[in-house]
């Protein structure tokens, strides 16, 4: 468990469980106040192959922001937009980089077998969020009385709802429901989606891996950030939740007001 409270954030805290079906966490997170910046990986490949490559994807996301802190380019206050473009190409680049670390470890150590790791990230700037994501882990924001899913999942089972519209049922029984089809290590090259989203007071971000997005619903989750009033405990039920409904892999999130 982190709890951080900070001026960009009223509050933020973060946790992670190995959930009931897994041996191991291959799961990662990280909360940086000094940057404004929030993270959630979750890693694949096995025999501690997606550990690796999710906290390599944290670790490098983190040296890349303590790098750039003083470029002056940052000082660009007099256009919001142009800071706000600026800061959301910093985040680009620098999961890029992430890419770039965790493919050429795949390549040299573990060419047979493959790792790699989904990553979601939330970067504060003056009047918003920007946000970035490679894989299916998720960024929620609940506001008001509802909540938005703020990220698209890049998997097999998106790609066919795209396609056509699936029910239910058929969502249910998809046979390769947990197939993601972009992750940061897997190619030479990745595509990461960004977006900016003006803020609110009163906004709650949540940023989460698919262990917790698969096992409880949108709603239930916006149940639980509504009724709690402090966000370490809005964090532990989520994660009590995902549990409860079998915890069929790794839990993580990070959640901020």
């Not at 190995?18 to 959630?40: C, Q, T, W």
Request: net charge negative; charged share 25%; with cysteine.
């Amino acid at each position: 468990m982190a709890v951080v409270k900070r001026p960009l954030f009223v509050e933020v805290a973060g946790q992670t469980d190995v959930g009931r079906k897994r041996s191991h966490n291959e799961d990662s997170f990280a909360i940086l106040p000094e940057y404004g910046l929030l993270m959630v990986a979750d890693g694949m490949g096995g025999h501690a192959l997606g550990e690796i490559a999710a906290q390599m994807a944290v670790d490098t996301l983190h040296e890349f922001f303590a790098a750039t802190a003083n470029d002056p380019l940052r000082a660009w206050s007099y256009k919001r937009n142009r800071v706000r473009l600026y800061e959301q190409h910093r985040l680009k680049t620098g999961i890029k980089l992430c890419n770039h670390r965790i493919y050429e470890y795949g390549q040299r150590f573990c060419s047979e077998r493959g790792t790699g790791t989904t990553l979601c990230a939330l970067l504060a700037v003056e009047d918003g969020v920007c946000i970035a994501h490679v894989g299916d882990s998720r960024v929620y924001r609940v506001r008001d009385t509802g909540i938005e899913q703020l990220t698209e999942d890049h998997s097999l089972l998106n790609d066919y709802k795209k396609l056509k519209k699936l029910t239910e049922e058929e969502i249910d029984n998809f046979p390769e429901k947990h197939v993601i089809v972009r992750a940061l290590g897997t190619d030479s090259e990745v595509q990461v989606d960004t977006r900016f989203e003006a803020a609110r007071a009163g906004d709650v971000w949540l940023l989460c891996s698919d262990g917790l997005s698969d096992a409880v619903t949108d709603q239930r989750i916006l149940e639980i950030v509504q009724s709690t009033t402090d966000l370490p405990t809005a964090a532990s039920r989520l994660v009590d939740a995902a549990n409860e409904s079998g915890g069929p892999d790794n839990i993580t999130c990070v959640i901020a007001r």
